[in-house]
T-cell receptor, first 115, second 109 residues
């Protein structure tokens, strides 16, 4: 039984470069979420998809950020023109609806360091 | 003001102690209340969730929700060194989760 996987696990990039992260959800889950977590803080919601449709985006998601989920399977999160403030752990989660509750399962995260 | 407030700790207790972790929130529309555990450099894992007010018990863990006070708690009985982690409260809002800051717990043998 495979859980949520994320790739890469670590990424070091120079300021101004573009980066792309990938998330593979649990296969039968139709919802996929992206969160960002900085040191000493809880995860903050960025965006989520139901199948291939992006249903909500946080104000945290500036126009340098874009997320896709083609065909409703894996998802990518791209950050263009990275800034030092983008350094964080980027977490992906997927969920299956249980009645009115969506139990979210998190991946191990991608740790981004912008130098 | 954040929607969910949680004391970041750190909290250090001896093995076998009862641990109490708490969060307050401001949005009375929250219906589902969750506790996640996060080990260092790992993703959060769901420990328990509660719908509306009341208590829920699972082994050594008990979750309590008091909607009238907008206050939730997680109790850990007979704490073990393996319980050392960051504990995050979270509340569901339109499908997404709103997390507290997390409380770092250390259980000393």
């Amino acid at each position: 039984d495979t859980g949520v996987s994320q790739d890469p696990r670590h990424k070091i990039t120079k300021r101004g470069q573009n980066v792309t992260f990938r998330c593979d959800p649990i296969s039968e889950h139709n919802r996929l979420y992206w969160y960002r977590q900085t040191l000493g803080q809880g995860p903050e919601f960025l965006t989520y998809f139901q199948n291939e449709a992006q249903l909500e985006k946080s104000r945290l998601l500036s126009d340098r950020f874009s997320a896709e989920r083609p065909k409703g399977s894996f998802s990518t999160l791209e950050i263009q023109r990275t800034e030092q403030g983008d350094s964080a752990m980027y977490l992906c989660a997927s969920s299956l609806k249980l009645a009115d509750f969506y139990e979210q399962y998190f991946g191990p995260g991608t740790r981004l360091t912008v130098t | 003001q954040k929607e969910v407030e949680q004391d970041p700790g750190p909290l250090s207790v001896p093995e076998g102690a009862i641990v109490s972790l708490n969060c307050t929130y401001s949005n009375s529309a929250f219906q589902y209340f969750m506790w996640y555990r996060q080990y260092s450099r790992k993703g959060p894992e769901l420990l328990m969730y509660t719908y509306s007010s009341g208590n829920k018990e699972d082994g050594r863990f008990t979750a309590q929700v008091d909607k009238s006070s907008k206050y939730i708690s997680l109790f850990i009985r007979d704490s073990q060194p393996s319980d050392s982690a960051t504990y995050l409260c979270a509340m569901s809002k339109g499908g997404k989760l709103i997390f507290g800051q997390g409380t770092e717990l250390s259980v000393k043998p």
